[in-house]
């Protein structure tokens, strides 16, 4: 399934952006390079979390896995083209599933191990996968078991793959797949007689958006090394190199942020879930990591409590990649200051969109915390490879016109070869996420700034009402929906409003109760789990209100509640103690 037109193959391939390798190429290459280098290893508290031993897996090991895997997928009558769904922790057999799959060019659909029925049955609707793979335990949880209560309806799922021991008849054992030997000679002739392009899918990973239902966002295995090429020269990344990855495999800042670098570089990745601060710790010493990532919240709590630190060994650690939220000044700084270590300011989306603040173009760590380079404007030239092939643009959001004077807000709109080039079987929403010339229009907004050479950009906020949580993203009118068939709700509005003390928004739900009716967050949170809805989407606080403020053609006024809610919390006894509160409006 190619994922780009015939002008943006030829413009970009001219240009030297895209090329013929696939992802499995570049495994390959590092296997035929050093086999017997150790090539992937599990989190070391994987028994705590899910099921299966810890591993350590050298280049050679990991492709005996992998064609077995292939081979038994194969047999499944899963091939070319055909969509497998995964649902694993960050353990080594997920990027087994990775590789294997790009082996026999099928396109893998990654979700996140919070999603539950309610999600899967979207995702599993929108993709009708022929393949699922999941595990019999996370957390305690049995992802078979809430897997098979779908089944009936979807059919088309011909094969279930599973880690986990007793498991129920129908379902394959994901190690015995491994254990067995495979046919050698019918997969090369298999790979040999379907030939994988490396601008056809090889994700589809999920994103919410503002929409109340998840888009699938497909990406080639082209987009993913133009994407990986960036992180790769931002932290300068060495061949050989060991990468830590705490963060979901299932998108942007773990594909192309850990994975494909992991695979250009031909290094050591090490896997990390859920995250654990002990244990995260003890790996950067153990296994001598170079590069890693983490959340803003996790950068400045280490900083504020220095003790967490004290037998951490970091000598191996050059920089450390952060976004998903505003970094602070005091945090880049402290960080460059106290343990010579460098933090990259990043900004991305699944749908390709991707800034980053690197030492190499902007050296000040404070700075590197404010701003962005201006990439693809001409005039500006920045030192990474990745800059040269993305033009930029700020749009104002009511005029469409083109912004060019400094600290005017616009949305950013983006081209470039890492950009996708439309949501899957949604062509509806593709039509709305792109102008005339091909921009995607990334509903973020930034101003021009960088004193008088102008040559940067400022995050200022989102257009959209997107709430990010711990990394997630959740659609308001996803929850708005669900609660509004609470029994005692009238009406109800969602907003994602910022907590200075953990350094990310908290999930707020604003509701007019029905008359003569009181309700509480416990009641509402106990009929969303009714809904079988992902954790992180749970609302932690509740404001009742008698009405909600609205503008004359009866859209509601989040920005007027926000504030309202915001002047209540700089009263910590109303709100901070509390996880309820009625609010006049």
């Not at 309610?118 to 078991?145: A, C």
């Not at 503002?210 to 990344?237: C, F, M, Y």
């Not at 990259?344 to 590197?368: H, K, M």
């Amino acid at each position: 399934m190619l994922v780009a037109t015939p002008g943006q193959i030829q413009q970009y391939t001219e240009r030297g952006w895209w090329g013929q390798d696939k992802l499995i190429d570049l495994f390959l290459r590092n296997v035929r390079a050093n086999p017997d280098a150790i090539a992937l290893v599990d989190p070391a508290n994987r028994s705590e979390f899910t099921n299966g031993a810890f591993t350590r897996l050298t280049y050679a090991d990991l492709l005996t896995a992998v064609d077995r895997l292939a081979s038994g997928l194969l047999v499944d009558g899963i091939g070319k083209d055909d969509i497998v769904m995964v649902q694993l922790p960050n353990i080594v057999e997920l990027v087994e599933v990775y590789l294997a799959v790009s082996r026999i060019g099928a396109i893998i659909s990654p979700v996140p191990v919070q999603y539950r029925t309610h999600e899967l049955r979207q995702v599993i609707g929108i993709t009708q996968p022929k393949g699922f793979i999941t595990t019999t335990n996370f957390m305690n949880t049995n992802y078979v078991e809430m897997l098979q209560t779908l089944l009936p309806d979807f059919p088309g799922i011909q094969t279930v793959i599973a880690l986990g021991d007793s498991l129920p008849e129908g379902i394959v054992s994901f190690t015995e797949r491994l254990s067995q030997p495979h046919d050698a000679a019918a997969l090369e002739a298999y790979i040999a007689a379907n030939p994988v392009d490396a601008n056809e899918a090889f994700t589809i990973c999920w994103t919410s958006g503002t929409e109340a239902e998840p888009k699938g966002v497909p990406r080639s295995h082209n987009h993913w090394i133009t994407i990986a090429a960036a992180t790769v020269d931002a932290a300068q990344l060495a061949q050989g190199c060991t990468v830590l990855n705490p963060f979901p495999l299932i998108n942007m800042s773990a594909i192309g942020g850990m994975l494909v670098p992991w695979l250009m570089t031909g290094g050591k990745m090490v896997m990390h879930q859920p995250l654990n601060l002990p244990v995260f710790l003890q790996q950067m010493g153990q296994e001598k990591v170079n590069y890693t990532v983490a959340p803003p919240v996790l950068m400045n709590l280490l900083l504020l409590k220095p003790a967490l630190l004290e037998n951490a060994d970091l000598s191996s650690v050059t920089c450390i990649g952060s976004g998903s939220a505003p970094l602070t000044p005091w945090m880049t700084t402290q960080w460059k200051e106290k343990y010579e270590i460098d933090v990259l300011n990043f900004f991305g989306s699944n749908e390709g969109t991707s800034f980053v603040a690197a030492p190499v173009d902007i050296a000040d760590p404070a700075e590197r915390a404010r701003f962005f380079p201006r990439y693809g404007v001409p005039g500006h030239k920045w030192s990474l490879r990745f800059a040269d092939g993305i033009s930029t643009k700020l749009i104002d959001p009511i005029t469409h016109e083109v912004i060019t004077e400094p600290g005017i807000p616009g949305e950013m709109v983006i081209k470039s070869p890492a950009v996708f080039n439309g949501y899957y079987d949604r062509p509806d929403m593709t039509e709305k996420a792109f102008d005339r010339d091909g921009y995607f229009y990334t509903g973020d907004l930034f101003a021009i700034d960088g004193e008088s050479e102008l040559n940067r950009y400022r995050f200022v906020g989102r257009l959209k009402d997107i709430i990010i949580r711990a990394g997630m993203k959740i659609a308001p009118e996803e929850l708005e929906n669900l609660l509004t068939e609470f029994p005692k709700v009238a009406e109800v509005s969602v907003l994602g409003v910022p907590d200075r003390r953990i350094g990310e928004e908290q999930v707020f739900v604003v509701v007019v109760p029905k008359p003569d009716m009181q309700l509480t967050l416990s009641e509402l949170v106990d009929f969303l789990k009714t809904k079988d809805i992902a954790a992180y989407k749970m609302p932690k606080k509740l404001v009742t209100v008698a009405a909600l403020p609205r503008n004359p053609v009866g859209k509601v006024l989040k920005r007027v509640l926000k504030e309202k809610i915001q002047a209540a919390l700089a009263e910590p006894h109303i709100i901070h103690e509390h996880e309820e509160m009625a609010l006049p409006v």
